[in-house]
């Protein structure tokens, strides 16, 4: 593997540029020979936070290893376009797939076109997320929504899920964008946008119920698909719910238990809805989980003050703090795609007998 400095600016009295150089080196030391990057050393890699952890590595001067892991998803990818859901090596540890998972690579690869400008790259991955995205909109139900995954035997679930399909939004709007950089056109996934995008935000009971997840309650916003004072609405009416003030964001808002990947993605749900100073304050949470060796705790359970799980670092942790300082300190040329600043302005497409159909 190669090393670099990083480009990242620092936030400053947040993380400075060297701290976030070392959090990248820490991050380019994970990946593997055949470009997989793992949560931890010696632990399971799934393509969603490896993709996470390939936009931090961007963003930071690793072309090479970014290219090293987009490189392993096209590797890996199955026949039908989707991958399983954890892999450790070479070995498949849950053959689950799942729609959101399935679907990033068209962020990741958007957001590196963005920062590089490395077009060639893009065309030579586009089947793959060509591929990935046919896979995964053969899952959208009538109601816009995507069922959420297919289990080991096949078997698809009935329900969607609320994260899920935003983070799928988001993916669909960027391979969108994506498509017409590389001179081709996919209005049907356009299409499929405005429904999916119609149904995050208009339609949260038809998402299973998982109001307990910090990822539910700010993932609409982080997606875009809701925006403008709806969405400063819904932040505001669970911020006392999932956030501990100092302290940072609950994964799950039944317990203390603090975590530096779901504060940084709210960082960006806040910097979306141009809430840059709430968004500078609960990144500064998150210097709670740095290390010195430019890791994060995944966790930190209150009032204890102990890490969960006890002593666990993970890649996907430090690639969203990455990220966050990107947007606030804009220092990449990818820093705006969580703002929606690179996307064109999506569909609103109500079903057939939705009561806001227009």
């Known amino acids: 593997m190669s090393s670099t400095t990083s480009s990242l600016s620092g936030v400053p009295g947040v993380v400075s540029s060297e701290e976030l150089a070392v959090t990248a080196n820490y991050l380019s030391s994970l990946q593997l020979v055949s470009g997989q990057i793992p949560w931890f050393s010696g632990g399971h890699c799934d393509p969603w936070n490896h993709v996470e952890v390939a936009m931090a590595l961007t963003i930071s001067g690793y072309e090479h290893e970014a290219r090293a892991a987009y490189r392993w998803l096209a590797s890996t990818q199955l026949g039908d376009g989707s991958w399983f859901n954890y892999y450790v090596g070479d070995r498949v540890k849950d053959a689950r797939l799942d729609t959101n998972v399935c679907a ?54 009935s329900y969607a899920l609320l994260t899920g399909s935003s983070s799928i939004f988001h993916s669909l709007r960027c391979g969108v964008a994506l498509a017409e950089r590389l001179d081709h056109s996919k209005p049907e996934w356009e299409m499929a946008a405005g429904r999916l995008g119609h149904a995050v935000a208009h339609h949260p009971g038809a998402f299973a119920p998982k109001n307990e997840f910090a990822m539910d309650w700010y993932y609409p916003m982080f997606s875009g698909a809701l925006r403008g004072e709806a969405g400063v609405k819904r932040l505001d009416d669970g911020w006392e719910r999932h956030v501990m003030d100092e302290l940072g964001v609950r994964c799950v808002s039944t317990n203390d238990w603090v975590t530096a990947a779901e504060t ?16 500078l304050d609960l990144l500064s949470c998150t210097r709670l989980h740095r290390r010195d060796d430019g890791a994060y705790w995944t966790g930190i359970a209150y009032p204890t003050r102990t890490t969960f799980p006890d002593r666990e670092t993970t890649s996907y942790t430090a690639a969203a703090v990455l990220l966050a300082a990107d947007a606030l300190s804009s220092s990449s040329k990818a820093a705006g795609l969580f703002r929606h600043d690179e996307l064109a302005t999506p569909l609103d497409l109500a079903e057939p007998g939705c009561p806001l159909r227009r």
């Not at 591929?131 to 909109?137: D, I, K, T």
């Open 104 to 157: 990033y690579i068209a962020t990741g690869l958007y957001h590196y076109v963005l920062a590089t400008n490395d077009v060639d790259f893009a065309a030579e991955l586009w089947p793959r997320v060509e591929r990935a995205l046919e896979f995964v909109l053969r899952w959208q139900l009538d109601d816009g929504t995507i069922r959420w995954s297919l289990d080991a035997q096949g078997r698809p679930e």
């Open 264 to 279: 940084a993605e709210c960082v960006l749900a806040l910097d979306a809805l141009g809430l840059t100073s709430r968004a």
